[in-house]
């Protein structure tokens, strides 16, 4: 399916060097902030309180945040579970105040507005929990990676599977980036966003790079820089249809989602935007400049009758 079909090849890669240099500039202030302010990590790696209350009516999640940050916690996750009427919250550890301290708080808090609001339970997580879930995020994220790049190298060839983890990892990393600029809450959702726009990226990816095997099979007289310009060219349409759907449903999440869903949907708003500037502009031009040809995708057939062959010969 094709919205449009651009009869002449964009010469992607004439300006490539140009938004490789804005891309590493990018990817270098990225990786400054991450080190510099470091990511708001969420009560799910940092440890903190959990609560849950009941309502005898479904419960206002706006008025319950908005009663919440009142108290001064910092950043508070409030969501429905079960049912409408039933509220988890979530609260930052806090030095010097025990989590008998904040529940306490918290549902005197809750009673002033609605007399009815019961407490159903209140459990502290601690930083071993934090660490262990900050431990096995990290291990995925390199399973991930690390499968990503086998199925690349077997699937085409092993320039394709350094380009596309580098592009990957790119994307990865200005989302962190982002994160720690604005110190935007990071959860295990956000976390999921990031590992889902892994998948998302190599996808496209993996369309672009088969398509430039396709046309070093088809067009003979094409040098390289011809044949990944209209591969790019080529998937144009397929991409706008394909990214702009997704976005609209991310887009969707993001403005009516929301504060559960907020950061997810952000995350991956920044990953599909990346991604679609890295499969381009960052994996093919990192194959093109490692030297993929046609030669490392299409292996010559060695015909019966080869001539330098001692062992070719008439047949009787």
Request: glycine share 6%; aromatic share 10%.
């Amino acid at each position: 399916m094709e919205l449009f079909k651009i009869r002449k090849d964009i010469p992607f890669m004439r300006h490539a060097l140009v938004l490789n240099a804005i891309s590493f500039i990018t990817f270098a202030l990225a990786v400054f902030f991450l080190f510099s302010r470091g990511l708001h990590l969420s009560v799910e790696f940092t440890g903190g309180t959990l609560m849950e209350v009941s309502y005898s009516q479904p419960a206002d999640l706006q008025k319950v945040r908005g009663t919440v940050a009142t108290l001064g916690f910092g950043e508070v996750q409030v969501q429905n579970f079960g049912s409408a009427r039933d509220v988890m919250i979530r609260l930052p550890a806090q030095k010097g105040v025990s989590s008998a301290q904040q529940s306490e708080k918290v549902l005197s808090a809750l009673k002033a507005n609605d007399p009815d609001v019961t407490l159903r339970r209140t459990e502290f997580v601690g930083p071993q929990v934090g660490d262990e879930l900050a431990e096995d995020g990290l291990k995925a994220l390199a399973f991930v990676v690390i499968g990503i790049m086998i199925y690349l190298a077997i699937r085409f060839e092993w320039k394709f599977a350094v380009s596309a983890i580098i592009a990957n990892l790119h994307d990865v990393v200005i989302i962190l980036g982002f994160f720690a600029f604005f110190q935007w809450e990071f959860s295990l959702a956000v976390l999921a966003a990031v590992l889902a726009v892994l998948g998302y990226s190599v996808n496209e990816s993996v369309v672009i790079f088969d398509r430039i095997r396709e046309n070093f099979r088809r067009y003979r007289k094409m040098n390289t820089v011809e044949v990944i310009d209209n591969a790019i060219t080529s998937t144009i349409s397929r991409t706008i249809i394909t990214h702009g759907s997704t976005q609209i449903m991310v887009l969707s999440m993001l403005l009516f989602g929301g504060e559960t869903l907020h950061y997810f949907a952000m995350a991956l708003t920044i990953g599909i935007c990346f991604g679609i500037y890295s499969s381009v502009f960052v994996a093919a031009a990192i194959a093109m400049w490692l030297g993929i040809q046609r030669e490392d995708l299409i292996k010559p057939i060695k015909k019966d009758n080869d001539p330098t062959d001692e062992n070719s010969g008439a047949v009787v």
